[in-house]
């Protein structure tokens, strides 16, 4: 079920963005991966629509987890993802038939200040310590929440 | 990606639960699929853990909806969920690249809270209006929430 389009967008990253210390193939990929979950960023995302008609930009993400590293994963995502500036929701949750899988649902009142995220400080930490614990995706899905409970800024 | 155990707990209600009015298969299948969705139920959920050692019960779930039927449905769930107990989260969202689709991503404090929602006047009334909108699922998964941003009982 996963899609193939959705995914390639997360890890086409542009390099020339990344700076220093991305030399390896496998190292980028971590390292885009790791930005993506922790800032939910879509490396290829569009610029928001005008003020006043965006819509609230969402994200269900499954994480593999390097083995034995999830509860440290989880910790540091938790820590790093506070105060995020426009994210209404976001609940990290263990997969309870796969220890070495975790499962992201986010909610952002825009595109942009998911994007905007991958620059704060507080994320820039969690991507250096949390990147390395990171296997890679299984799943990555784009959604337009409407409403519900617990989205609070 | 779909986990075919998980989707058949979900389908393979109790029959002699559901009373009168239930006398063909498809109908007694969007019923059970939509008890699941509007209630976030499992009918073959376990009992709850002892008190004081529960953990959070998560659920996120991709229904697929009858054509033109979506606005519809999104209403009724959104309308339908308010006010349920133990419910920290309940976030539906459109599908932006399948029109017929929506998401729903679910947090409750426990499972046994999710499971007694479905007698709740609320549900039991959106579980009426919105079962026939309800085509069935393609994604059914149990997750087991940490923590994180935008839980509120």
Redesign the interface.
């Known amino acids: ?3 193939d389009s959705r995914r390639s967008s997360v890890l086409s990253g542009k390099s020339d963005e990344l700076g220093e210390g991305w030399r390896s193939p496998i190292t980028r990929r971590v390292f885009l991966v790791s930005s993506a979950v922790l800032a939910g960023t879509m490396m290829t995302s569009a610029s928001a629509s005008p003020q006043g008609t965006e819509t ?1 930009y ?1 994200l ?1 993400s499954k994480v593999d987890v390097v083995s034995g590293q999830r509860d440290a994963l ?1 910790s540091i995502l ?1 820590e790093g ?2 105060g ?1 500036p426009g ?11 796969n220890p070495d899988a975790i ?1 992201i ?1 986010e ?1 952002w009142d825009s595109q942009a200040s998911h994007d905007a995220s991958l620059s704060l400080p507080s994320v820039q930490d969690a991507i250096a310590q949390g990147g390395p614990m990171i296997a890679g995706f ?2 990555r ?12 800024s």
Chains 1, 2 share one sequence.
């Open positions: 079920m996963l899609q609230m969402g269900i989880v938790l993802v506070a995020m994210c209404l929701s976001y609940v990290v949750a263990n997969d309870p038939e499962w649902t909610v299984s799943e899905i784009v959604t337009a929440p409407v409403g519900g409970h617990g989205l609070t």
